[in-house]
């Protein structure tokens, strides 16, 4: 994914998936996506104090894998 889609805000994409925390889990995972493809999960923990994210590769192909995923802040994101 091309990190000129990061150097904008989140407000640019839309919210495609939603995976809450079930019993024991300790995230909340959303998958944000770019209308020209790009996509970010943002890991939330189940608290709501951190907020981290990574890559969704094209249109979410890493969703299944997101919990196996290495979580950054956002502006280290954003610089590649």
């Not at 493809?37 to 997101?66: C, V």
């Amino acid at each position: 994914m091309g990190t000129e889609y990061l150097n904008t805000s989140l407000s640019d994409y839309a919210i495609s998936k939603i995976e809450t925390a079930e019993s024991g889990e300790l995230y909340n995972y959303y998958l944000y996506i770019h209308s020209a493809g790009a996509s970010i999960i943002m890991r939330e923990n189940i608290e709501g104090t951190e907020y981290l994210y990574a890559s969704a590769g094209r249109s979410g192909s890493n969703w299944s894998t997101r919990a196996e995923l290495d979580y950054i802040t956002f502006d280290k994101l954003a610089k590649g």
